[in-house]
C-alpha cells in the first residue's frame, strides 16, 4: 500500500537547479520522517537530507548548503531543491521512508550533471 514516487530529474548543466518530489500515499505521512538518499553506478546507496515529522532537517555536508529539503503535508509531498549543481552529483535519486521495521523506496529519478 506504502507508495513513493519521484520525480523532477533531468540533465542540467554545472551549477544549474532542479527540484525532485516524491509524492507519498499509503501512510499517514505527517506521522513520519522522509529522507531522500542517492545511488551512483557501482557505489554504495547514501542518505543525502532527511526531515523529520516535525520538520527538522539534516544534509550530507557533501550537499549542506546547496540542497534543501522540504515537505508539504497537504500535499503528501517531500522536495529536495537542488542548487549550485556538481557532476558528483550525478546519481538515481530515491525517497524513503520506514513504517515500523519495514523501509520503503521510490523507483528513484536519474539527476545528470554535465557539460
Known amino acids: 500500500q506504502v507508495q513513493l514516487v519521484e520525480s523532477g530529474g533531468g540533465l542540467v548543466q554545472p551549477g544549474g537547479s532542479l527540484r525532485l518530489s516524491c509524492a507519498a500515499s499509503?501512510?499517514?505521512?505527517?506521522?513520519?520522517?522522509m529522507k531522500w538518499y542517492r545511488q551512483a553506478p557501482g557505489t554504495q546507496r547514501e542518505l543525502v537530507a532527511g526531515?523529520?515529522?516535525?520538520?527538522?532537517?539534516n544534509y550530507a555536508d557533501s550537499v549542506k548548503g546547496r540542497f534543501t529539503i522540504s515537505r508539504d503535508n497537504a500535499e503528501n509531498t517531500v522536495y529536495l531543491q537542488m542548487n549550485s549543481l556538481k557532476p558528483e552529483d550525478t546519481a538515481v535519486y530515491y525517497c524513503?521512508?520506514?513504517?515500523?521495521?519495514?523501509?520503503?523506496w521510490g523507483q528513484g529519478t536519474q539527476v545528470t550533471v554535465s557539460s
Open positions: 499509503g501512510f499517514t505521512f505527517s506521522s513520519y520522517g
Open positions: 524513503y521512508v520506514r513504517r515500523g521495521a519495514v523501509g520503503y
Open positions: 526531515i523529520t515529522s516535525g520538520g527538522f532537517t
